[in-house]
């Protein structure tokens, strides 16, 4: 088997994995928890492995490079165009929730899954980042019997949604300010009274995934000068 098969394989069992764990807690537990349960699977491989930085878990100092994490949290501030709503105690719920969705899905994804993709290279990295994460989604919505046209429309969506935080992942080389951004997504949608227009939502599909490429090819821009100005 080639390197970048058995690369792709480790990714998609811990993905299934993930996946596993989440469906067999939800017939006991509530979401919150049962994502809490779900991100013991990559913390195990996490902690077993020792791979604190090279899953991006481990927490770094602020780097210049972060400003790169606010056109998503732009694209983020759109679903605030209709009012959001709730009580106290719904806002609450909600909220440990999302933080517990973002915490999850990010360190299984965005940290265990992509560093297991990085022999491909960044961008194949990135690419396949997307593309298995927005899989999972496909996953959720069979196993919880969603309608398959909003399946679809999902699983599209969080492929670009994951690519791109892939990408900013590579950027910052932590994953906890895109735990705090995955929440707050979640939260804006999942309070907001309304639903963003169609054409609206293709549009941030398009930018989520067009700010994955240029992020992508930022980086090779500079790495290639980098080279070009190394010493022979």
Avoid: K
């Amino acid at each position: 088997m080639s390197r970048g098969l058995r690369s792709i394989s480790a990714a998609v069992a811990v993905m299934l994995a993930w996946h596993a764990a989440l469906f067999a807690a939800g017939e006991e537990f509530n979401g919150w928890q049962s994502n809490l349960i779900a991100a013991s699977v990559p913390l195990a491989i996490v902690v077993t492995r020792g791979w604190w930085r090279e899953a991006a878990v481990a927490p770094l100092a602020p780097q210049r490079s972060w400003w790169v994490l606010l056109p998503v949290l732009a694209l983020t501030s759109v679903y605030v165009v209709d009012p959001l709503a709730g009580s106290a105690a719904a806002w609450r719920e909600t909220a440990a929730l999302v933080v517990c969705v973002g915490l999850s899905e990010e360190l299984y994804a965005r940290g265990v899954m992509q560093y297991l993709l990085e022999p491909l290279g960044r961008a194949r990295a990135v690419a396949w980042t997307g593309v298995l994460f927005g899989l999972g989604h496909a996953l959720s919505g069979v196993w919880f019997g969603h309608p398959l046209d909003d399946t679809l429309v999902q699983v599209i969506e969080t492929m670009a949604f994951g690519a791109c935080f892939a990408a900013l992942r590579f950027e910052i080389r932590t994953l906890w300010p895109l735990v705090c951004l995955h929440a707050l997504d979640d939260l804006f949608q999942l309070r907001s009274v309304g639903a963003l227009a169609f054409g609206a939502q293709v549009a941030i599909t398009v930018l989520f995934a067009v700010y994955a490429w240029w992020l992508v090819r930022r980086r090779n821009a500079r790495l290639d000068d980098a080279m070009r100005g190394a010493p022979v």
